[in-house]
């Protein structure tokens, strides 16, 4: 059996990482060994976390090395079994990357049921990403009715899943997203009482107009230039919850002068904010709250999700550099087999 790969074939260079960066080859999975199971890929999530680790030093977690497959969660099919636990056929959720096959210990792997859902969920809505969004908004944004939640990359896996469980919760949540059609599904489809577009001129103006009773939760997931906006329009007492940095390559210099450090400073003191930093790690403790509510709030339909699903392996790499400039829509994901 022949299957493919992606590796980092170079860490990023000055201007980020490109498609340089990955090489595709093939090679030969191995026969699953005892307690081992032999995976076939069917679907590969791509996430921002992946920039960091193509360089030296990753960032909460360690970098992957020169020649290694690039990491990343799956949804795959059992092809051999040597595990107890696993039968030809069965669908998990691993973590072995951007690979067609993976021969890996069985033992690890959760067993996805088809029935509860489409099988791509368990990479967004009901993955990390929906975890990620439900957890950080509960246990941090802890928003309460009819206080003003912000939510920026509000149309994406995270965003999205933050912004309504903060409008379930009685919250009026506003969402930050790129373009006009984004916002449009933002609040025609999620339910939140306002979108603003931060590709759009007047960015701050608009975002103020919006929240005319300022803001007591921003679930941010961008950083930088959006971040430094909100500042002014945080009520006392604000929670940020600290998610993402997508707007910022922390391993390339930062484009935001000092002065928005001690800006940043003073506000934290007067207004007596909370600010927490928090990684996917924190909330695992949430994992069954999380897939009993987030299944039943799909079902009831107060939950919607949108999936960006790209196809092929070799779409992986073009599609991943499109996450930091926002072309894609909701969650991403390759269909790596079956195409
Ligand atoms: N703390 C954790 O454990 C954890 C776990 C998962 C994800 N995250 C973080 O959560 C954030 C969202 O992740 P996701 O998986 O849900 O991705 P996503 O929102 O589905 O996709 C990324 C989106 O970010 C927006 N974006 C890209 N560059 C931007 C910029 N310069 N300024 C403003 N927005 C920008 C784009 O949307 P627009 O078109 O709307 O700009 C893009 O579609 C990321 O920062 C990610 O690193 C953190």
Not at 221 to 243: K, W
Not at 274 to 290: R, S
Not at 296 to 315: F, H, M, N
């Given at each position: ?33 005892e307690g081992e ?48 636990s696993l039968a ?164 390339q210099p930062s ?85």
């Amino acid at each position: 059996m022949q299957g493919q790969r992606i590796v980092l074939a170079s860490r990023p260079g000055p201007s980020g990482p490109g498609v340089e960066n990955f090489h595709l080859e093939a090679f030969s999975p191995s026969p699953a060994k005892e307690g081992e199971v032999l995976l076939e890929t069917l679907f590969l999530s791509l996430d921002p976390y992946m920039r960091a680790r193509m360089y030296d030093g990753g960032n909460y977690k360690a970098s992957v090395g020169i020649g290694e497959v690039m990491i990343g969660g799956t949804v795959s099919r059992v092809l051999e079994s040597r595990e107890a636990s696993l039968a030809v056929g069965d669908i998990v959720e691993s973590r072995h990357g951007w690979q067609t096959h993976a021969t890996v210990p069985g033992s690890g792997l959760r067993k996805i049921d088809p029935d509860l859902a489409p099988i791509s969920t368990a990479l967004g809505v009901l993955g990390m990403p929906g975890q990620t969004g439900y957890g950080g908004m509960l246990r941090y944004g802890m928003p309460k009715p009819g206080e003003t939640v912000l939510v920026s990359a509000a149309s994406g896996g995270v965003g999205s899943v933050a912004a309504q469980v903060a409008r379930i919760k009685g919250a009026r949540v506003v969402g930050i997203a790129g373009g006009a059609a984004k916002c449009s599904w933002l609040t025609e489809e999620l339910g939140l009482v306002a979108a603003v577009d931060h590709r759009a001129e007047n960015f701050a103006e608009n975002l103020a107009a919006v929240c005319p009773d300022g803001i007591d939760v921003y679930f941010d997931n961008v950083g930088g230039e959006i971040f430094a906006d909100t500042i002014p329009l945080l009520n006392a007492g604000a929670r940020i919850p600290i998610c993402g940095t997508i707007s910022v390559d922390r391993h390339q210099p930062s484009p935001l002068g000092r002065d928005r450090m001690y800006d940043l400073h003073a506000t934290i003191l007067v207004k007596q904010l909370t600010l927490n930093g928090f990684i996917f790690d924190n909330l695992l403790d949430m994992t069954h709250a999380f897939r009993r509510d987030m299944v039943q709030w799909i079902a009831s339909g107060e939950v919607k999700y949108r999936e960006d699903v790209v196809s092929g392996l070799d779409a992986a790499p073009s599609a991943f550099l499109g996450l930091f400039r926002g072309e894609n829509f909701g969650k991403l994901i390759v269909r790596v087999a079956g195409v």
